[in-house]
């Protein structure tokens, strides 16, 4: 099946071509009411108000489809477009500081409105994608399910790097007692290879595949071509989203590896090559090779290559944990366009070795400064 017929067919059901704008007619009304109420309690930023037209011009969309009284493809762009606007101005107010937090009844804790306005109205452009695409109830299912598997595999990644780092340091502490910090990088950085390959090879085996799913070919002076231009493109990016950023006013989390170098650059020594060696290609074998391909199945190309940058974003989210809401979405908007340059090198090449090259050498090309 081409991939414009995994995306463009009904899935066998005539009988529920109401269900994908009812269920965003739902995601857009709870954007609405998330973006009003903070209105409502005193927060006047202008970007805020048009988030909010925007989320009722969503709505309309929606509804309007749901009676037929728009063309689905109409519907469906109109629904996207208006969505992925609430998520841009609802993100840019986030990182102005304002989050419209309320008190949750009877639990004493807090939850940001417009963090639940972005992350639903997200989810509102992906439900207008569909009905533009014409999916039905059982193709949007299958698609959410395949997503919600692939996210569980994002995180058990995670938690393989853990269980790996704790086992080989369990012979560093027999031989030479505690560890050093330097010893503990190591130990680090050669867990993103035992614990991102260890899940990704189970997975594959989980699901049935061999070890042929792994697209790794030769260099030719092609992949050469690639990876130097993959790795200027993505430089400017961040130079680019970067620059933007400032101009707005929005600023940015450092990594907690910055961190820990600032206080400690003899880290670098084992840093810089680890990122070649050991973070880009084991990150890009799990996340691109196995995660992005896999949704393949389901997604178009353009399609997995998004929900798949989307995935590697999420599970970033700790390593920028020490600073404000607001610069943490900054930074995981930085890293989600850095993760949608790197999901279409790879969907262009289907090399894994052209990702994991450029990712590994752009994270090296910014250690590479603090070092002198």
């Known amino acids: 099946m081409s991939d414009t017929a995994q995306v463009v067919d009904g899935d066998g059901d005539p009988g529920s071509s109401a269900f994908v704008p009812t269920v965003g007619t739902v995601l857009s009304a709870i ?9 409502r309690s005193g927060a006047d930023d202008p970007a805020l108000l048009v988030a909010a037209a925007g989320a009722l011009l969503t709505t309309g969309a929606f509804v309007t489809r749901r009676h037929a009284l728009l063309e689905r493809r109409v519907a469906g762009s ?11 101005l609802s993100g840019y107010v986030i990182t102005q500081g304002v989050l419209g937090s309320v008190v949750v009844p009877g639990l004493d804790w807090s939850i940001s409105l417009l963090f639940c306005a972005f992350f639903v109205a997200a989810g509102s452009v992906g439900i207008g994608v569909a009905e533009r695409a014409g999916l039905s109830s059982r193709g949007l299912i299958a698609r959410l399910g395949l997503t919600g598997e692939i996210l569980v595999l994002a995180f058990v990644g995670l938690v393989g790097i853990s269980i790996a780092a704790l086992l080989l340091s369990l012979p560093v502490r027999l031989l030479a007692g505690e560890p050093t910090e330097l010893q503990l990088t190591v130990v680090e950085y050669l867990s993103f290879a035992v614990g991102l390959g ?24 092609w992949t050469i071509g690639w990876v130097v231009g993959g790795l200027l493109v993505i430089l400017g990016a961040n130079m680019g989203v970067s620059a933007l950023m400032s101009a707005v006013g929005i600023e940015a989390s450092e990594h907690t590896t910055t961190q820990r170098v600032a206080e400690n650059p003899d880290l670098l020594l084992i840093i810089i090559p680890s990122m070649v060696l050991f973070v880009g290609p084991f990150e890009e074998l799990l996340y691109r090779n196995v995660i992005q391909k896999s949704l393949y199945e389901r997604f ?26 607001g610069q943490i979405l900054a930074s995981l908007s930085l890293l989600f366009v850095l993760a949608l340059i790197l999901g279409t090198l790879y969907e262009r090449t289907e090399n894994l070795l052209v990702p994991a090259l450029v990712h590994g050498c752009y994270n090296a090309a910014i250690f590479i400064p603090m070092y002198f």
């Not at 109109?78 to 841009?88: D, E, M, N, Q, R």
Request: aromatic share 8%; proline share 4%.
């Open 31 to 39: 954007t609405v009411a998330a973006l009003l109420i903070p209105v």
């Open 78 to 88: 109109i629904a996207a477009g208006s969505s992925l606007l609430v998520v841009f």
């Open 198 to 221: 260890g899940v990704a090879v189970g997975y594959l085996a989980f699901r049935g595949r061999d070890l042929s799913f792994i697209d790794l070919k030769a260099p030719t002076l």
């Open 300 to 325: 178009s190309r353009p399609g997995a290559v998004v929900v798949g940058s989307v995935v590697f974003t999420l599970v970033h989210v700790s390593a920028y944990a020490t600073a404000g809401a």
